[in-house]
């Protein structure tokens, strides 16, 4: 429960209390300043607390932006302040300051007026003098106002009255940047599936877990290998995506924030995405066709361009002077409306992707599915990386702290990394990235090239592991060192793909596809923990589960030294270990995250 304490004379005719009990919060009065600080002292530490203005007029939903939203410790529109708990103790003493000003003794005879400047001094105030961060919502064109008279207050009456703030919230539902399909193709009524949801009292994560399951029966129907199975897959991975769509939409159209919420749907994305690419090989091989190289392929290519996207953003956020002639070239290409749709395509976002492979799979046979999806995904990745070196080499940023901590962690080194940075000299400047790809050059050369059993791959990932350490001794600021924690993805699951290839053994390229996709979890996990600021999972599970040079080494030595049906076995047990691990450890600190501060939502920025 929520309390609202609504301060000032109320006003005749006012539904301003119905409206915030329609909201959750439990309406109590206060006609001054001093008696609103009675109230808010009985209010239960643990309940959001608003302040709002008896004589506030405007839309509900404005309301609701304003005292309601649970990602700000305190957010204000005018006339009305809201905290978390977090934040009630500023609250007090900018209540306190606020009664005991220099106007305190004029709200008697004049409360009527100043209690919405109450309120709005108060939203100030935490600023000003409690260092508290208030959140003052876009609202466009909804109305929030204490008016000063009669007239005034019938103006804003009227501006109420021409603007339909349900239209406005259904609008605003919908993320503010997506692809072209998920825009004109799922938006248009997944807003509508949103609203049915909320008015159910359905929630996000229920929604989101729904998505999840129709997209395992989705991979469960592609494994059947046959063509009615094959249909059926492709409707519902689409159906699937249209849950999707509706979590977030509800969310925002609800409020209905989480960190828990937010881990899921960023989590069960991937999850959704790559079992099914496990269900498709599971069909193909019903109907004599192995395409579990081409499945693992889509998953290391697809994972390897969310790295790269992850890595760049994160080394240049917070930069200065972050500017390029690229960057301001690429702005005015956004400045022409059918050019953005197209470079938004390009890139294969997830919209764009899912309906190919839905369409492809219904029509067509896993094999097709996976040749097109691996051209459309390398062009994609093509495209975004050589246009982000481009930038990289034009700007003349500066790197923070901050962002060489972030590369370091997604680079994921593990303690035989750190053992080797006692021996090994840290590379000259801006050359880290051209170190790390020389050493997983070598390291995919020796595998590609050698027969399975051979020591050479064991030979290549030495000399990998020592590039790896001499590639993150310096901190990660030069112009291209986002490319460093990339290349160490794609060595290792590059390796591993190779080399369960080379075994020609029933069950070892599943079992690369299972430790890929462990290990690509953790390495998902730690850029959403990044993201959120609360930092990477703890060294001691990166340690225990060996770092990406620790890992690659293994497999390797675990080739040379087992037969390929042995090998199958101790890749499948290497996968499961991985597994429990990081999911364990993820589960654990995801569940309690809201503690910590983690973050309340991921799905802002580009399409995935």
């Not at 697809?302 to 972050?322: G, I, L, P, Y």
């Not at 080194?413 to 050059?441: D, Y």
Request: one cysteine or more; a neutral charge.
């Amino acid at each position: 429960m929520s309390t609202a304490i609504v301060t000032g004379q109320p006003v005749p005719g006012s539904s301003l209390e119905g409206e915030l009990r329609a909201l959750g919060f439990d309406v109590r009065l206060a006609p001054d300043a001093a008696q609103a600080g009675t109230a808010l002292a009985a209010v239960p530490a643990g309940q959001r607390v608003a302040l709002v203005d008896a004589g506030f007029v405007g839309h509900t939903h404005a309301l609701r932006l304003g005292l309601t939203d649970p990602r700000f410790a305190a957010s204000a529109v005018p006339g009305a302040v809201s905290v978390q708990p977090a934040a009630r103790e500023a609250l007090t003493g900018a209540l306190r300051d606020t009664a005991e000003g220099p106007s305190a003794a004029d709200f008697g005879t004049r409360a009527g007026t100043l209690a919405g400047v109450l309120a709005d001094r108060v939203a100030e105030r935490l600023a000003a003098a409690y260092g508290t961060d208030v959140h003052r919502p876009e609202l466009g064109e909804l109305v929030a106002a204490v008016p000063a008279d009669p007239q005034a207050r019938n103006e804003a009456r009227q501006a109420v009255a021409a603007v339909d703030d349900e239209a406005i919230r259904l609008r605003t539902a919908v993320k503010a940047r997506d692809g072209f399909f998920t825009t004109y193709c799922i938006s248009p009524y997944s807003r509508y599936i949103a609203r049915w949801c909320a008015r159910r009292g359905l929630t996000p994560n229920q929604v989101t877990t729904a998505s999840l399951v129709t997209a395992l029966i989705a991979a469960g129907c592609a494994a059947t290998g046959t063509r009615p199975g094959f249909v059926a897959a492709g409707l519902l991975l689409l159906f699937s995506f249209v849950l999707d769509c509706t979590d977030g939409q509800l969310a925002r159209y609800s409020l209905q924030y989480s960190t828990l919420g937010a881990w899921l749907d960023a989590t069960f994305d991937r999850a959704k995405e790559y079992a099914y690419y496990a269900g498709l090989a599971l069909g193909a091989a019903r109907g004599g066709d192995d395409v579990w190289a081409l499945a693992l392929g889509a998953m290391v290519l697809q994972t390897c361009r969310h790295v790269v996207d992850f890595s760049f953003n994160e080394a240049n956020h917070d930069a200065t002077a972050n500017t390029s002639p690229t960057a301001a070239l690429s702005d005015k290409l956004d400045s022409v409306g059918w050019t953005v749709w197209v470079r938004r395509m390009i890139v294969l976002p997830i919209g764009e992707r899912w309906a190919l492979i839905a369409v492809l799979t219904a029509l067509t046979t896993p094999r097709v599915t996976f040749i097109v999806l691996l051209i459309g995904c390398a062009l994609a990745a093509t495209y975004t990386t050589a246009g982000r070196v481009l930038r990289s080499l034009t700007r003349r940023a500066t790197r923070t702290d901050r962002a060489a901590l972030a590369l370091a962690e997604l680079s994921d080194s593990g303690p035989l990394t750190e053992l080797l940075q006692r021996a090994v000299r840290g590379v000259p400047r801006h050359t880290a990235p051209a170190v790390a790809a020389l050493g997983a050059l070598v390291l995919v050369l020796a595998t590609a090239l050698s027969d399975y059993g051979s020591w050479w791959p064991v030979l290549g990932a030495a000399v990998y592991a020592l590039t790896s350490a001499a590639a993150v001794s310096r901190p990660l600021k030069g112009p291209l060192d986002w490319l460093v924690p990339p290349v160490f993805r794609a060595a290792e699951y590059g390796t591993i793909l190779l080399i369960a290839a080379k075994a020609d053994v029933n069950g070892a390229l599943p079992a690369a596809f299972g430790l890929v996709a462990a290990v690509a979890y953790h390495h998902y996990d730690t850029v959403y923990r990044i993201r959120g600021g609360t930092g990477a999972p703890p060294r001691w599970l990166v340690r225990a589960i060996g770092g990406h040079e620790g890992r690659t080494l293994v497999v390797t030595v675990i080739a040379a030294l087992l037969t390929n049906t042995d090998f199958t076995v101790a890749l499948t047990a290497c996968a499961v270990a991985v597994a429990l691990v990081v999911l364990v450890e993820s589960i654990r600190y995801w569940v309690t995250a809201h503690r910590r501060g983690a973050p309340a939502v991921h799905d802002e920025g580009e399409p995935a």
